[in-house]
């Protein structure tokens, strides 16, 4: 089994950045990328990137590609988020999912998922 748990959310302001960080536990030998979904109360959650766990390879919504960045250190076992010239658009929760699949733009496909961490963008 494997776990992830995100952190680093908090309150900005718009225009500042921030960067959450994805932690992975258990048996990530099996994981094979890292994904990042953010959700607003009474939406559906949203596909930001995802992150190749070997190869780094990202694909990114086209919502946040200018903005957004994805990193990874295996080694740490660490993803991150990256968030710059945020916007009061971006406030929700964020969660970081692994999956077996080598990258997925759906939730279905993601087994494990971190608790989320909430991420308040004031203009």
């Known amino acids: 089994q494997v776990q992830v748990a995100e952190s680093g959310g908090g309150s900005v302001q718009a225009g500042d950045s921030r960067k959450l960080s994805c932690v992975a536990s258990g048996d990530t030998t099996i994981i094979r990328a890292m994904g990042w979904f953010r959700q607003v109360p009474g939406k559906s959650r949203e596909f930001i990137g995802d992150?190749?766990?070997?190869?780094?390879?990202?694909h990114y919504s086209k919502s946040v590609k200018d903005r957004f960045s994805l990193s990874i250190d295996k080694g740490q076992r660490t993803a991150w988020l990256q968030m710059n010239s945020l916007q009061v658009e971006d406030t929700a929760i964020y969660f970081c999912?692994?999956?077996?699949?080598?990258?997925?733009?759906?939730?279905?496909?993601?087994?494990?998922w971190g608790q989320g961490t909430p991420v308040t963008v004031s203009s």
């Open positions: 992150i190749g766990w070997n190869t780094g390879t990202t």
């Open positions: 999912a692994a999956t077996v699949h080598s990258f997925s733009s759906f939730q279905l496909d993601y087994q494990w």
